[in-house]
Structures are given as C-alpha cells and as structure tokens.
C-alpha cells in the first residue's frame, strides 16, 4: 500500500510487493499510538539464561544471578534476593542448578512410536484448521460487504450534507472503513492458503519437541529462551536441597505423554516430588 497525504494521494494498492501485510501495518500503528510497553530486560545475559525462569521454592520469587569474586577467580552464582526468604542470598553454584535444568530437558525425548501417533493426530488437526481457515473467509466476505454497504450509506450523506464539519467527520469515518476493507480483502485473499506445506511445518515443529535439549545445549542465549517459553508452562520452582519441583510441561510436552499412556517415555529424573498442589510440601533450608 501507497499514501502521500501531503500531496493529496489517498490510501491505495501499490505496484511493488509487501515485506508485511496491511493488517500487521494496522496492528503496529495501533501499539505505536497506544499505551508504551515496559522494554525489554537488559540484564539476560548467556552467563545466566534460567535468570527469571527460576522461582525459589518456598517464596516463590524470581531467583536472580551474579558472578561471586573468590580469592583467585569469579564463581557464577543464582540466588534469592528477596528479604523476607529463608534462603534470602543463600546461593546456588550455576553449574548445579543448570545441571539439573539439563537433565530435565534430557527427559522431554518421546519415542519413536509416539511420533508416528503425534504426526497422525497433528496432520488431522492440520486438516481441521483447514476447514475452520474456510468458514473465516466466508466471514470475511460477508464483513466485507457490510463494510462497503456502509461506506455506500457515508457517501449519500456527504452528498447530501451541507455542513463541513458533518462532511470532514463523515469523510474520516469512511477513511477507517476503507482501511478496515482493505483488512477484509487481504483476509479473504490469504486466509486458507498455508504459509508452508505440512510436512516441512511438522518437520520444524518435530526439531523442537524431539529434543529440546539440543536447542539448549548450542549456548545461544535466543534460542535457550525459546526453549523456556515453548516447553515449560510456568516458571520452575527449585529447592535449594530438594533440587527442581515437578515442572508443569507446556501442552505439546503434556499431550504427547498423554498419548504414550506410560510415564517411561517421558519420565521425570528421580528426586522430583509428586504435583499436588496444597499437599504442604515444604524445602528443607539449611
């Protein structure tokens, strides 16, 4: 899309192609004139990717992260920094707490088997977002023919209106109709039409939930927070003696072990304590 207000040039369909589509433009210019966001973190570092991922055990608070000097060289440390922790500035070694992150992701490995089961029931529910994906373009055309039966109705009152403040308010409103159309159109030309086949899209999809821990393992700070967000739920609850709670797996993860039907193919390491919420299990802290 084209416009140049200041030489009276409307919004219309350019002759080059897109980097984005209209409807993202749209999105981005309403987070821009709307309410700011906080920014982004700028203490992740790759020294200390779990940093905000982890959650003492008793308190529930973010555990935070530095480097300790000792007499000879720095130690990277995780600690709890809240005043009113048992474990306030009680320290764990990274190499421990990671450690025992790593062999986490070492269990979220499903078999063979369960891949075929997972490929089948994701290719069915590929063919259902299929389906639903033609049910939103019809609803599309039909809002697109309400957005133009309404820009229609606009135009007869500028016609017939003789004020100039009615015709700039009328003028304005048909200006957000036109761009809500071209969102109409873009949609219903899109909508249905996959990006990737499926095959290359489970294949990505398969990269990632059959070993997350080689993601983690490459060291690149980006792609280990994607392995937080996509594989865990919520933050990890850690005890200083107890070592990890039970994680709560992010949906791909819990499907795929309720498809197994067995706690073998994705077993939790020995030392994790049962998932029972109001069960009064405490950390013991020295």
């Known amino acids: 899309m084209v416009e140049a207000p200041s030489w009276d040039i409307g919004l219309r369909e350019g002759k080059h192609t897109g980097l984005i589509s209209f409807e993202t433009f749209q999105k981005v210019q309403e987070r821009l004139n709307g309410k700011p966001t906080a920014p982004a973190r700028k203490n992740l570092n790759a020294d200390f990717p779990l940093r905000g991922a982890v959650v003492r055990g008793n308190c529930e608070k973010p555990l935070t992260a ?62 259902y977002r299929l389906n639903h994906a033609a049910a939103m373009k019809q609803t599309a055309k039909k809002e697109l023919v309400k957005v133009e039966r309404q820009i229609e109705q ?38 249905g039409k996959p990006l990737h086949p499926f095959e290359k899209m489970f294949e990505h999809s398969m990269v990632f939930l059959s070993n997350p821990w080689k993601l983690w393992a490459s060291g690149k700070l980006e792609l280990q927070r994607i392995v937080l967000k996509l594989a865990f739920a919520d933050r990890l609850a850690y005890c200083r003696n107890e070592g990890f709670r039970t994680p709560n797996f992010a949906l791909p993860f819990k499907a795929l072990a309720d498809i197994s039907g067995s706690e073998n193919v994705m077993a939790r390491p020995a030392g994790f304590e049962p998932a029972a919420p109001g069960s009064g299990n405490q950390c013991s802290i020295p």
């Not at 720095?74 to 600690?79: D, G, N």
């Not at 500028?158 to 004020?163: I, N, P, R, Y």
């Open 154 to 191: 606009l135009l007869d009152r500028v016609v017939d209106s003789t004020s100039p403040a009615v015709i700039s308010a009328y003028e304005e409103r048909i200006t957000k109709l036109e761009k809500e159309k071209l969102v109409c159109q873009e949609k219903i030309q899109n909508t």
């Open 66 to 127: 530095c480097w300790s000097k000792g007499k000879v060289k720095k130690y990277p440390y995780y600690s709890c920094f809240n005043r009113a922790c048992e474990s306030f500035r009680k320290s764990i070694p990274r190499d421990k707490l990671e450690g025992e992150f790593e062999a986490i992701l070492k269990e979220l490995q499903p078999t063979t088997d369960l891949f075929k089961v997972a490929r089948a029931m994701f290719k069915d529910v590929w063919n």
